[in-house]
């Protein structure tokens, strides 16, 4: 996915949005938040996961 990004200036950018637009974003932005927080969560939970093998795997070698 691409992404383009185009550069603006900030003032007339915001002086043309209307309010609900904003809200609209807003909204967006709080719905990307609560996913990348979920991620994160699992991105922890997998990393754990990880390590418990590792030290497995380890024990089984050490232990041979």
């Known amino acids: 996915m691409r992404i383009k990004l185009t550069r603006v200036d900030s003032l007339s950018f915001w002086e ?3 309010v609900s637009d904003v809200r609209e974003v ?3 932005l709080e719905e ?3 996913v990348v927080q ?3 969560g699992e991105l922890q939970d997998m990393f754990r ?3 418990r093998t590792r030290a497995s795997l380890l024990n089984i070698l050490t232990a041979n």
Do not use: Y
């Open 38 to 40: 979920e991620l994160e």
């Open 32 to 34: 990307v938040e609560i």
């Open 49 to 51: 996961r990880l390590i």
């Open 16 to 18: 043309k949005c209307d």
């Open 26 to 28: 807003m909204k967006k």
